[in-house]
Every structure is written in structure tokens, then in C-alpha cells.
């Protein structure tokens, strides 16, 4: 694992939010320059010709180079001349980046579409299934030492001890993952939805528990994360009519709807500012498992 000198998904977040503040928001000029000040030096010393960045990423990195020519990134000064040059060559890049977001909340859709199909017929396949939602980040003091290489290598071994189905993934039926980028440190995190068979597993905050513990062993204790399913959160979902998590019951409507919903809090299209800002070529950001399997119980054999 090699170990960053900077928190690179904090760095690029607040890129982007450089960059969304000034083509969609009323700009505040002294801001902006204090913006490319304290963020053009360190991004450009640890810019990865490998990587793939997003529009706002990119426009960022076309517009100050416009700029700037040949200059070492320690010998930039952004001055008012310097930042209003920037400016006006960053709001170029607003169509493309409205074509990138509209893209984004697209795929959004259809996953969220397909997500809905996939609960949907696992729920009425099980007679109970238990659900168990965790989200996966990482610590506040190991954040910076996190890339997206490293990320993509930890997702890469949970997902691969999923497929697996040992230890705390045993009498796995199905689940589905979304990665994001966002929150107030710009932190890298998945949300992961479980669903176990509920005549084989029935505490739903032990595995929630053991599969957070799994993750900080995958991540070498660089990782964090959050257990919704303690009895005084789950009380207050009840009370609300909205609990989504625990055991689900196919002959219950409202639980129906209810996991469905949480299992669909993974795929929302108007989280813009939580979608990645850098990933590595061909890398997914969200997935599910599959329905029509040949293991799976009662099912119409699968055609060749």
C-alpha cells in the first residue's frame, strides 16, 4: 500500500467545490483566490496522469494550466489578475460539466431502477430475509493516508470475501454497494446493503458488527465504520414507520416497502456531491448481486 503525503479525496473534493462555487453559485472573489492558493500548488504536485478525474477535476486543471504555461506550480502566485483570467476560463467548462452531472443522475436513475427490480424479487423469493445495512469509511486520523488506489484495493477484497459467502458473509443471499466521495473531509466511503436468509441468521447488529470489523482488517485498521442497527436507532425508525433494517417479512407490506426504500438510499441522483471526483480506469461504483442464479432455490432452470 503506498501511503499518500496528502489526503487526496479531501484535496479533490474541495476542488470541486471550487469549481461548482463559482460556475453555479454568485462569486465571491477573495474566496476564489484564497481557493487556488491553497489548492493549485499541492494538487499539482501530486497530480496522476493515471488516474481518471471528473469534469470539474479536469476544467480545474485545463483552465489554471491556460494560465499559468510553464511555470513550476511553487513559482504560482494567484493574484486578482491571475484569479480573474482563471475565472473567466473555468465558466467555459460549464456546458460540459452539465452534460458530465445530467449523465451522472442518469445512470443514477437506472441503477436505482435495476436495484428496486433486484430487492424486489429477492424479497419475494425469501420468505424473511434479514437486512443489514453498514456504511464503510475510513478513520478521521487515517484519511489522508487514503488513495483511490487503496480504496479500490480494499472494495476489491470485500467484494471478492462476499462472493466467498464465509464467516460473517455466511447464508448470504444478496447485496448491493455504492461507492461516494463527499461529506465534510471529501471522505472516500461505501454504503453496503446485506441481505441475509432469515432462517439462517437473526442477529442483524452482530453482523453488522462483524462486518465493520472485517472491513478495518481488510483496510489495516485505517478503517471506520457505522451500525445503524442498535436497538435505540432501529425504535425510532419503528416509531416513524420507516424501519428498513432487521428482519423482513415478505407477507408484510409496509416492511416491504420500507427495506426497499433503504435499499435504495444506495442509488439517489440528486447526491451530485457525492459522486467521485477521481477513479482508475475501469473502475465500478456500484454493483449488486445476481437474481436468476443456478443455485438459487425455486427458480425455473436458466436456459443455455
Given at each position: 500500500?503506498?501511503?499518500?503525503?496528502?489526503?487526496?479525496?479531501?484535496?479533490?473534493?474541495?476542488?470541486?467545490?471550487?469549481?461548482?462555487?463559482?460556475?453555479?453559485?454568485?462569486?465571491?472573489?477573495?474566496?476564489?483566490?484564497?481557493?487556488?492558493?491553497?489548492?493549485?500548488?499541492?494538487?499539482?504536485?501530486?497530480?496522476?496522469?493515471?488516474?481518471?478525474?471528473?469534469?470539474?477535476?479536469?476544467?480545474?486543471?485545463?483552465?489554471?494550466?491556460?494560465?499559468?504555461?510553464?511555470?513550476?506550480?511553487?513559482?504560482?502566485?494567484?493574484?486578482?489578475?491571475?484569479?480573474?483570467?482563471?475565472?473567466?476560463?473555468?465558466?467555459?467548462?460549464?456546458?460540459?460539466?452539465?452534460?458530465?452531472?445530467?449523465?451522472?443522475r442518469y445512470q443514477?436513475?437506472?441503477?436505482?431502477?435495476?436495484?428496486?427490480?433486484?430487492?424486489?424479487?429477492?424479497?419475494?423469493?425469501?420468505?424473511?430475509?434479514?437486512?443489514?445495512?453498514?456504511?464503510?469509511?475510513?478513520?478521521?486520523?487515517?484519511?489522508?493516508?487514503?488513495?483511490?488506489?487503496?480504496?479500490?484495493?480494499?472494495?476489491?477484497?470485500?467484494?471478492?470475501?462476499?462472493?466467498?459467502?464465509?464467516?460473517?458473509?455466511?447464508?448470504?443471499?444478496g447485496n448491493a454497494?455504492?461507492?461516494?466521495?463527499?461529506?465534510?473531509?471529501?471522505?472516500?466511503?461505501?454504503?453496503?446493503?446485506?441481505?441475509?436468509?432469515?432462517?439462517?441468521?437473526?442477529?442483524?447488529?452482530?453482523?453488522?458488527?462483524?462486518?465493520?470489523?472485517?472491513?478495518?482488517?481488510?483496510?489495516?485498521?485505517?478503517?471506520?465504520?457505522?451500525?445503524?442497527?442498535?436497538?435505540?436507532?432501529?425504535?425510532?425508525?419503528?416509531?416513524?414507520?420507516?424501519?428498513?433494517?432487521?428482519?423482513?417479512?415478505?407477507?408484510?407490506?409496509?416492511?416491504?416497502?420500507?427495506?426497499?426504500?433503504?435499499?435504495?438510499?444506495?442509488?439517489?441522483?440528486?447526491?451530485?456531491?457525492?459522486?467521485?471526483?477521481?477513479?482508475?480506469?475501469?473502475?465500478?461504483?456500484?454493483?449488486?448481486?445476481?437474481?436468476?442464479?443456478?443455485?438459487?432455490?425455486?427458480?425455473?432452470?436458466?436456459?443455455?
Amino acid at each position: 500500500m503506498t501511503h499518500s503525503l496528502i489526503n487526496q479525496a479531501q484535496l479533490i473534493n474541495d476542488i470541486d467545490r471550487l469549481v461548482r462555487g463559482i460556475i453555479f453559485q454568485p462569486i465571491y472573489f477573495d474566496n476564489v483566490r484564497k481557493g487556488l492558493n491553497a489548492l493549485y500548488h499541492p494538487f499539482m504536485n501530486s497530480i496522476d496522469l493515471d488516474l481518471n478525474y471528473s469534469k470539474t477535476i479536469n476544467s480545474f486543471i485545463y483552465s489554471t494550466n491556460a494560465i499559468v504555461g510553464d511555470l513550476y506550480p511553487s513559482d504560482v502566485v494567484w493574484d486578482h489578475d491571475k484569479t480573474q483570467q482563471f475565472i473567466k476560463t473555468l465558466l467555459c467548462y460549464q456546458h460540459d460539466i452539465n452534460i458530465e452531472d445530467n449523465a451522472w443522475r442518469y445512470q443514477e436513475s437506472q441503477n436505482r431502477s435495476n436495484l428496486n427490480c433486484y430487492t424486489r424479487n429477492m424479497i419475494n423469493h425469501y420468505a424473511r430475509l434479514l437486512f443489514v445495512r453498514i456504511d464503510l469509511k475510513y478513520a478521521q486520523e487515517t484519511n489522508h493516508l487514503v488513495t483511490i488506489e487503496d480504496f479500490n484495493d480494499h472494495m476489491c477484497k470485500l467484494r471478492e470475501l462476499i462472493s466467498n459467502k464465509k464467516t460473517c458473509f455466511e447464508h448470504l443471499q444478496g447485496n448491493a454497494w455504492a461507492l461516494e466521495q463527499g461529506g465534510i473531509e471529501g471522505g472516500l466511503h461505501c454504503h453496503l446493503l446485506l441481505m441475509y436468509d432469515g432462517s439462517k441468521r437473526k442477529n442483524d447488529w452482530y453482523l453488522a458488527k462483524e462486518v465493520g470489523e472485517k472491513w478495518r482488517s481488510i483496510t489495516e485498521d485505517m478503517g471506520a465504520y457505522y451500525n445503524s442497527h442498535d436497538a435505540e436507532t432501529k425504535r425510532r425508525f419503528e416509531k416513524n414507520g420507516k424501519l428498513g433494517i432487521g428482519m423482513i417479512h415478505r407477507d408484510n407490506p409496509q416492511q416491504v416497502e420500507n427495506a426497499v426504500r433503504t435499499a435504495l438510499y444506495l442509488t439517489k441522483p440528486d447526491k451530485i456531491d457525492q459522486q467521485l471526483k477521481v477513479w482508475l480506469p475501469n473502475m465500478h461504483t456500484f454493483g449488486h448481486g445476481i437474481y436468476r442464479t443456478a443455485k438459487r432455490r425455486g427458480l425455473p432452470p436458466i436456459a443455455n
